[in-house]
């Protein structure tokens, strides 16, 4: 009986070291897939569909998305549409990690690392006018009212209209009369046709001045100067502030086009925190974070 449990006992430490052998080999000839992370979100008014296996994306009228995100193989060709699901909308393009990538629709890209894509809508004015396609041609508010749009207003008899065109966000200002800033004024928002109303009023203004506000955004360097400011010199300023998250240790500020996140010392208590507690603190960091107001107008 000894012998054979010894024999077996052999057979046993065989086997196990066939195993090892086996399963060691097995590890050095496996193959690791390395995969990347694809976000894709919505700017604006919008949905996207995004497909990873050769077919065409295609939106759920039912139940569109404004977001996805997904894990793939590194290597592989995404998909990604993006279609506007709202009236006086429309799609203007994609961005990747923050810069230009398509002016289409759909569009086909094989990411090599973790990448955010943004599908981006803009508003439209209905006009059917001609657009132009170089800013030196702008003459009247009518040459950039069929370009997409971030809005327009009135004020100081100023009338004021920011477009986008060659990936460019720009001001058109035309002088108006008190007569026709009144017409403008008394439209009726509700009005089906106020749209139209509206562009057959302002489309004959000459243009006075364009404004650049792609050139204008401010550089890392010099936001880095509000560094050890409070914030109720930025508000003496003009800033504004749009709220507050004690979590992120964020406060999101506005100055005449542009949004900023500025980073905060959190007070110990948050509970009764408000803007005239906030205006003793200390600005610890300062980031750019887009265009607000397109169509803000300088009343000084």
Not at 215 to 225: K, R, S, V
Request: aromatic share 10%; net charge negative.
């Amino acid at each position: 009986m000894k012998k054979k449990t010894g024999l077996y006992v052999a057979i046993l430490l065989g086997l196990s070291v066939l195993t090892a052998c086996s399963g060691s080999g097995a590890a050095e000839t496996e193959e690791v897939t390395e995969t990347v992370m694809i976000q894709v979100n919505v700017d604006g008014l919008g949905a996207v569909a995004v497909t990873t296996d050769g077919t065409d994306p295609e939106i759920d009228p039912e139940y569109p998305f404004s977001s996805h995100i997904e894990r793939v193989n590194k290597g592989t060709q995404i998909s990604a549409k993006g279609e506007t699901t709202e009236d006086g909308w429309q799609f203007v393009r994609w961005m990747k990690n923050g810069e230009y990538f398509s002016s289409d629709e759909t569009m086909k890209d094989t990411p090599e690392a973790d990448t955010e894509y943004v599908a981006v809508f803009m508003m439209n004015t209905g006009y059917e006018g001609e657009a132009v396609t170089d800013i030196k041609d702008v003459k009247t508010i009518g040459d950039v009212l069929a370009l997409p749009t971030y809005g327009y207003s009135s004020g100081m008899n100023k009338y004021v209209h920011s477009f986008e065109l060659d990936n460019t966000v720009y001001q058109a200002i035309a002088a108006i009369d008190d007569d026709t800033q009144e017409k403008l004024f008394d439209l009726d928002m509700d009005d089906p046709d106020y749209d139209r109303k509206q562009n057959e009023m302002v489309a004959p203004l000459p243009v006075t001045e364009i404004i650049n506000i792609t050139g204008q955004i401010p550089a890392q360097a010099d936001l880095d100067g509000y560094v050890g400011k409070t914030f109720g010199e930025l508000f003496d300023e003009g800033w504004s502030c749009s709220g507050w998250s004690g979590d992120e240790k964020v406060v999101y500020l506005d100055h005449t086009y542009f949004s900023y996140e500025a980073g905060f010392d959190v007070p110990e208590n948050m509970d009764d925190f408000d803007e005239e507690k906030l205006a003793g603190l200390t600005v610890r960091s300062m980031t750019y974070t887009g265009i607000g107001d397109a169509s803000y107008i300088d009343m000084d």
